[in-house]
């Protein structure tokens, strides 16, 4: 899986670089997460903007996400999500678990 | 479009074929020339449900073994759209896996319950000594 990595202070932004998010490649960036977890880096947020596509695998990837980061008394926010992304959370009621929001900033100022 | 459309595929086991094939799906709901609904929700739909049965058949019923092939139909007129999905797999009780609701942190165990929720009539057969799943979606 495609994806860019930015931190801004202590919060680490992954951007998802691709179309789909499906169980081809969910297990890259759960393992990419798991290593930032690993060094100490449990403040994500996740831009979703150019996924159009999400399965259950891409949601269980997330969800690990949100898990480990909670266990570490860290978070994990979503932001940018397109409109048929952001059915799949409301379908899977998931949208009741993770904290989402419409643009990076403001998923940035909710970080703090 | 002619009475009934009928796609047939065969891939090995392999995940990399989810997209393309969960493509195949949307592009023929965007053929479908009377359909009154959105379309590109049904689009999506078909795509995803698509994937979660392939996802299924390719990682549990063909234990992601790429000798083993997946095999897909898809068939589709103005009243209805079924996709059939057959694996070399053990099986699996669609009724109890449907009555098991994932948990909100569960990782797993989503993709059954997202096809019974978006198609209208979902199967897990034996046919022949192979599993077939098959999802049918009404178009009227």
């Known amino acids: ?41 449990c403040q994500l947020v996740i831009d979703l903007t150019a996924v159009r596509f999400i ?3 891409g949601l269980g990837a997330l969800v690990s996400g949100f898990k480990n980061a909670s266990a570490r008394d860290g ?19 998931l949208h009741r678990v993770f904290e989402i929001f419409t643009t990076l900033e403001e998923a940035l100022e909710g970080q703090s | 479009m002619p009475k009934r459309v009928e796609i047939n595929i065969k891939v090995p086991s392999q995940t990399r074929y989810l997209a393309m094939i969960g493509q195949i799906g949307e592009s023929l709901a965007f053929s479908l020339n009377n359909y009154q609904g959105n379309r590109r929700e049904l689009a999506y739909h078909i ?20 000798d083993k092939d997946v095999h897909i139909t898809i068939s589709a007129s103005d009243d209805d759209l079924v996709i059939r ?28 319950n997202i096809i019974l929720k978006l198609m209208d009539n979902v199967k897990y ?16």
């Open chain 1, 1 to 41: 899986m495609q994806i860019k990595i930015n931190e801004k202070e202590e919060t680490v932004i992954i951007t998802v670089e691709e179309e789909r998010m499906d169980a081809h490649n969910s297990g890259n960036l759960k393992e990419r997460m798991l290593q930032l977890f690993d060094e100490g880096k």
């Open chain 1, 55 to 57: 399965d259950s695998s």
């Open chain 1, 75 to 93: 978070s994990l926010k979503l932001c940018c999500l397109q409109p048929q992304v952001r059915s799949m959370f409301e379908l899977t009621r």
């Open chain 2, 47 to 66: 795509n995803l449900c698509l994937t979660e049965g392939l996802t299924n058949a390719i990682c549990h019923g063909n234990n992601s073994d790429p």
């Open chain 2, 85 to 112: 999905i057959y694996d070399q797999g053990p099986g699996f009780d669609i009724s109890a896996r449907g009555k098991t609701n994932a948990q909100p942190c569960d990782e797993g165990g989503r993709g059954i």
């Open chain 2, 125 to 140: 057969l034996q046919e022949n000594g192979v599993n077939v799943l098959e999802m049918t979606k009404a178009l009227q």
